[in-house]
């Protein structure tokens, strides 16, 4: 079965600092893989996906992520973290065995950048 | 484009009572998902349009859930006989479905809440 699995639950940042939150996968295949980021009471939000190419990928707002197919793990990062980025934070794998790209979500992370 | 839209945005309901959330998707998108997100969750895929077709439906998706797509525009999702375990965020997202397109874009959701 296809997974994704974020092993942390809450990242803490301070303001300026360079952030980074975990994203492991368990796929066959090549893996389709997707960030995104929920505020509060509010949908999901697109921020970046790996389908082929480059390893790292840049997406909104100024967060990248670095794909490792070796270490099946696709973590998102930003140099410079803002407060305004605390938010709860999705990785998730398309399923390449279903017809529609139905998307297979991590639990996400909860990222808290502080003063 | 004003993006994904879903209405309404919250809804209490009684126990036994039935409900209906309706989704509009991004104009050009032929591919509609429905999800369900439970607190401190991530989403969980519910079920799949392909332009007025639904190709997939989730074993989530029991038989009191019934969702349309009558021309291939808005979708609604029905939920009868309403449970205290359906409390939760139901999320609609559309996408294209033209080659390397596969991400998908999110509505705010509507917020259910069953007593």
């Known amino acids: 079965a296809q997974s994704v699995a974020q092993p942390e639950d809450q990242v803490n940042v301070a303001e300026g600092n360079p952030l980074t939150v975990k994203c492991t996968y368990s796929?066959?295949?090549?893996?389709?893989l997707f960030w995104y980021v929920q505020y509060p009471n509010r949908g999901l939000q697109f921020l970046l996906k790996?389908?082929?190419?480059?390893?790292l990928v840049k997406g909104s707002y100024g967060f990248e992520a670095e794909f490792n197919k070796s270490q099946t793990s696709f973590h998102l990062k930003k140099p410079s973290a803002l407060v305004s980025d605390s938010a709860l934070y999705f990785c998730?794998?398309?399923?390449?065995?279903?017809?529609?790209?139905?998307?297979?979500f991590g639990q996400g992370t909860e990222l808290s950048v502080k003063p | 484009d004003t993006g994904v839209s879903q209405n309404p945005r919250h809804k209490i309901t009684k126990r036994g009572q039935n409900v209906t959330f309706r989704c509009d998707p991004i104009?050009?998108?032929?591919?509609l998902y429905w999800y369900r997100q439970t607190l401190g969750q991530g989403p969980e895929f519910l079920t799949y349009?392909?332009?007025?077709?639904?190709?997939?439906k989730s074993r989530l998706l029991s038989d009191r859930f019934s969702a349309e797509r009558p021309k291939g525009s808005f979708s609604t999702l029905e939920i009868q006989r309403t449970e205290q375990g359906d409390s939760a965020m139901y999320l609609c997202?559309?996408?294209?479905?033209?080659?390397?397109?596969?991400?998908?874009?999110f509505g705010p959701g509507t917020r259910l809440t069953v007593t």
């Open positions: 998730a794998v398309r399923d390449i065995y279903n017809q529609g790209g139905k998307l297979i």
């Open positions: 796929v066959s295949g090549n893996p389709y």
């Open positions: 104009s050009e998108h032929n591919r």
């Open positions: 790996y389908i082929t190419g480059d390893n």
């Open positions: 997202a559309s996408s294209s479905d033209k080659v390397g397109s596969y991400e998908q874009y």
């Open positions: 349009f392909q332009n007025e077709a639904q190709l997939e």
